[in-house]
């Protein structure tokens, strides 16, 4: 099993940035993949960006291309979303996930969420 811990969010008006951590523990050595998705209510989860857990690549949903980065501190367990430009259309709840495939940017291939944190981005 893992276990995925987030941090952060909150409110933020339009054009600010947040920073989201998640940390990991438990057999963290079967992640291939972590990532971030969103929900509002009554949609369905959407894919944010993921990170190649033991490699370099990232890969990152065109609504949010140029404006979010996702690293990762493997020495720490950890992920993080860096969120600038924000609109209010990012508000959210944001999941962090981690999963055994790469690249995987569906929410059926991931096998671990965190609980979730709320992100709002007033206008």
């Known amino acids: 099993q893992v276990q995925l811990v987030e941090s952060g969010g909150g409110l933020v008006q339009a054009g600010g940035s947040l920073r989201l951590s998640c940390a990991a523990s438990?057999?963290?050595?079967?992640?291939?993949?972590m990532a971030w998705f969103r929900q509002v209510p009554g949609q369905e989860r959407e894919f944010v960006a993921a990170?190649?857990?033991?490699?370099?690549?990232?890969y990152y949903a065109d609504s949010v291309k140029g404006r979010f980065t996702i690293s990762r501190d493997n020495a720490k367990n950890t992920v993080t979303l860096h969120m600038n430009s924000l609109k209010p259309e990012d508000t959210a709840v944001y999941y962090c996930a981690a999963g055994s495939n790469w690249p995987a940017t569906a929410a059926s291939e991931y096998d671990y969420w965190g609980q979730g944190t709320q992100v709002t981005v007033s206008s």
């Open positions: 438990g057999r963290t050595f079967s992640i291939a993949t």
């Open positions: 990170s190649s857990w033991r490699y370099g690549p990232t």
